[in-house]
């Protein structure tokens, strides 16, 4: 790639999607990456903080994700947890041995007073992720989602009750109060590209845009903006994405994505399988670009990273990103 301009781009990401587009472009070698992670799934378990969006984009990026399950460590063992259950420990949130390490020194340097956005730059320099992982906010918001029977953490939720109640509300409790991370904004302000991952829209992307400053700072981004969906042929790959916007009254489909993302990007990246929706994508300002959306290798994430870029620079002198 002699000669090749690096190109600044900001991804905003939930986990398992959002982690397998960051590792594509994260591969391009003419992309100098930035990642604003969800912070909003996190909570406290066993006495420790744990974030697993963060994590998992960590794990990916690093390449010791475990592929079968798309998150947690590669090669883990679960002897702590062993100990927790037999101490009489609720032990339904799953975490590795090694996972544990993560957590407790993310703990401890937060107990220490460190911001946790230096936390995660540490952590992820420590893996050797050349890519920044960059958290929306040093503040805490939480994810609550309201059932039939009563308000739940998004863990209780995702992971206890495996996503079975129906969604009758969602609440992002401290949002309202965040402050944008500095280094957040500045990724924003930067970049030449400004990507919106195939990430769950409510709870994965909501929260890191609602973040008071940080959809202001996408809007005022001289960036180009692409969107990918999450959907291909009205389900989602993984999570409970369709389901949730379902509940909620929005369309669990592309076009549902354009509706929550219109004026924030300008272009929509949906699967051939919905090239029948381009005409309703349009309709929300939005244009609409096919491909396929999938990402099941590396080669499939690179290819689509790589096609994104070229969606967003075609025709663009090669200064105009520098």
């Known amino acids: ?19 397998k587009i960051a590792e594509g472009l994260a591969a391009l070698p003419d992309v100098a990456l930035s990642v604003i ?20 984009l960590t794990y990916s990026l690093a390449d010791v994700i475990d592929r079968n399950q798309g998150w947690g460590v590669a090669d883990e063992g679960h002897r702590a947890l062993d100990t927790l259950a037999r101490l009489g420990a609720d032990t339904w949130m799953s975490l590795g041995d090694r996972d544990f390490g993560l957590h407790i020194y993310r703990t401890m340097r937060r107990r220490r007073g460190d911001r946790p956005s230096l936390i995660a730059r540490d952590t992820a320099r420590a893996f050797g992720i050349k890519a920044e992982i960059l958290l929306p906010t040093d503040d805490t918001v939480q ?25 009758r509300e969602l609440a992002f409790h401290g949002l309202e109060q965040a402050r944008p991370a500095p280094e957040a904004l500045a990724a924003l302000a930067a970049a030449d590209l400004i990507v919106i991952a195939p ?15 940080i959809t202001e700072a996408l809007r005022q981004s001289p960036a180009q903006k692409i969107a990918v969906s999450p959907f291909i042929a009205g389900k989602v ?15 669990a489909d592309a076009v549902g994505v354009a509706q929550r993302y219109s004026g924030l990007a300008g272009r929509l990246v949906i699967d051939h399988a919905d090239a029948a929706l381009a005409d309703s994508i349009r309709a929300q300002g939005m244009t609409p670009a096919c491909s396929a959306i999938l990402m099941q290798s590396l080669e499939d994430k690179t290819r689509l990273a790589r ?16």
């Open 1 to 19: 790639m002699s000669g090749a301009v690096t190109r600044k781009v900001t991804l905003l990401a939930g986990g398992v999607g959002g982690a």
């Open 37 to 56: 992670g969800n912070i909003a799934d996190d909570d406290d378990f066993h006495g420790l903080w744990v974030s697993p969006d963060i994590d998992t």
């Open 143 to 167: 994810t609550r989602v309201r059932t039939d029977a009563g308000w739940l953490s998004f863990q209780e939720y995702f992971v206890r009750e495996r996503c079975a109640p129906e969604v």
């Open 199 to 213: 990430s769950n829209p409510l709870v994965s992307i909501a929260p890191i845009l609602g973040v008071p400053g």
């Open 237 to 251: 790959v993984k999570g409970p994405a369709d389901r949730m916007m379902t509940a909620l009254g929005e369309r």
């Open 307 to 322: 096609e994104i870029l070229d969606l967003a620079f075609a025709g663009v002198p090669a200064e105009a990103g520098a």
